[in-house]
């Protein structure tokens, strides 16, 4: 068996035919097994990589095997155009995405978005078939998604043949896991379908001291008829974490250079958190005609979230630093649901794919909080008193919110698909409810929030030979305004929703075995400054502006028979155009390096059958870390290598598999959670498994 065989191995979804496929139906896995053929994107349904006007990446199952990644960011790692913002082991994941925010909460599950938590929600892997990645905003497409680029979760499903598989783990520095994956259809001709994920991982994380145990327990079961097909997923999962969390400290505004970065291992205080998240999720769609195909689905996430956590900041030359323990409660409960229809039609030699949709997500939290007096601590060598917050009282409602939208598109194409336009527009309705919360004697602030908004997005794809494609596209991102906070002239009020405009061109070359993306865009994004005018308090704005602009390249595939490839270089330059009395405009935009760059290899070893040899290096430039340009972020290189092995045991398929992250356990910081918040880098981490199917 060779090591690709394991990347295509019973229990993914096989390859289908793309001539003919439904938009529901999940695109063919591309040759090498780690990147699919096309993805979805939200309104226009599941797109073809050459017929979509957008820059997107969706990884495979396979792909989430192979690595053995148990997070989003495990993932991601793979892509040049994002970075983790926070390490690995935090309470959530966050990135930026051509140089703006995400966070593990803005993850769609296949396609509705809300149904994620902020607290200890990250979706588990567990429960993945894909994990699709678009670049840019997608307002349009998705609705209220990050500016940056969106990330959806798409669901495993019951294949053709029955499926028992069995995993067992291990990950620095005792933390074991395990994990069975149960699949098969019913029914005569198999329109039944019923898939079982249940996981746990429990022991020592490679944080020192730190262990944490997290339960994933997950159904789905999906009925394919002629006309109807229809699937309900449900899933549970908990966390729990004591010892400590990483952390994010904040540099202090005397400094002029970067301190050394900490031990990656290293916690400075005794945090501990547990995390609950029950989600829901049912859908399904008609054939009313054979051009038209009418879709619902409705989604519910309850999250219950208790911990104690910790704000590193003011961190001097020498690494000395302030400390400010806290704890949390929190209570989440969210709705999420979509209506709509897509269909097909002809004027004259045009053809129009149609889409209609209307979307409703709904979000209430309540939070308690707790503090602890100041302390101080060491970002390199922590003191061995380890304070920590006091555990948080009942939580209280702290915001309600409801996001409505409705929105259409048509993709025109003629000559056979060599040209399409889509053209569409999205109509949005924010409407925030802000309660405020008793915090340490100050009075709440309370404010509502109802603005509407049109997204309008073309997007434009050129066939001029058949393996290449040429595409553009100018499209929106939109956010909720930000609420005036108490120490501005204007508090309680909410600003306007932000508006994100892109433009992008491109081009994409698939060769069936290898394929590339090349493309070209600029992003602006408004930001708040402050108008202190005569009044004692300034007055908060949204008059700020940044810009940004890159070349990206990404290609994957297979190179030859043995070797297969996975990466890209990005070229981004984040602007700051309007800052605060101007005293930083024209400076490079915090936590966007000039130069990001991935390469992966797989090399099936001639001789040795099933034996696969990986390796992969990931390199960031240099970046700063403030808006006024003084605090710089060094160059970091990170090198990881692995194999897997491929052979049967009494008949069944056995996949062994062992890799090393960071292998030369340098210590550097990452990335940039927010202005001056840095992340430093995981110590090294060597994960080793094994799967048997029975």
Known sequence: MSGLSGAVQAGQLEPVVVEGRRVNELAPVHAGGQVAAGGGLGLLGNVDLRNAPFSQTSYTSALIEDQQATTLGDVLDNMPSVRRSVPPNNIGEQFKIRGFALSDSQTAINGL???????????????????????????????MAAVGGSINV???????????RVTVGRESASLAK????????????????????????????????????????????????????????????????RGGTPIIPGMDASLVTMPAAPDGAITVSDDDYDAHNTTALVGGEFDVTRDWTAFARFGARHNDFAGRGQLVTNVKADGSAYLFPFGTRADNH??????????????????????????R??????????????????????????????????????????????????????????VLLTLGARRQRVKVDNFGATLQGFTPVTSTYDQRAWTPMIGLVIKPLAPLSLYANHIQGLEAG??????????????????????????????????????????TRPSTVSDRGTSPLPTLRLDGEQRNRGVEWAFFGALARRVRVLGGISYPRGRLIRTQDGADNGNDAPGTAPLAANLGLEWDVPGVAGLTLTGRVIHTGAQYVDNANVLRMPSWTRFDLGARYATRVAGRALMLRASVHNLADRRYWEGVYMSSYVSPAAPRTVLVSANMDF
């Open 113 to 143: 978005y809300g149904l994620v938590s902020t607290y200890g929600g990250t979706p588990p892997l567990e429960i993945a078939e894909r994990v699709e990645v678009l670049l840019g905003p997608s307002a349009l497409l998705n609705g």
């Open 154 to 164: 798409v669901p495993k499903r019951a294949v053709d043949e029955p499926l028992a």
């Open 178 to 241: 395990a994990h069975a994956d149960l699949g098969r259809r019913f029914g005569a001709g198999g329109e039944w379908g019923l898939r079982v994920n249940a996981s746990r991982r429990d022991g020592g994380t490679p944080l020192a001291g730190v262990s944490r145990k997290d339960d994933v327990g997950a159904l789905a079961l999906d009925y394919r008829g002629e006309r109807l097909r229809a699937a309900l997923d449900v899933w549970r999962s908990t966390v729990r974490n």
């Open 334 to 359: 969210a709705r999420s649901a979509e209506l709509g229809a897509r269909g097909a039609f002809r004027t004259g030699a045009i053809r129009h794919a149609f889409a209609l949709s209307g979307t």
């Open 361 to 418: 997500q709904q979000d209430e939290t309540r939070q308690g909080f707790a503090y602890a007096p100041i302390g101080v601590t060491h970002i390199r060598h922590p003191p061995a008193a380890r304070p920590a917050a006091a555990a948080a009282g009942d939580p209280s409602k702290t915001s309600r919110s409801r996001f409505d939208s409705v929105a259409l598109a048509d993709t025109l194409s003629l000559d056979d698909e060599r």
């Open 482 to 523: 930000t609420t005036v906070g108490r120490n501005y002239q204007n508090a309680g009020e909410v600003l306007p929703p932000y508006k994100t405009r892109q433009f992008e061109i491109g081009a994409k070359l698939d060769r069936g075995s290898f394929a590339n993306t090349l493309s070209l865009f600029q992003l």
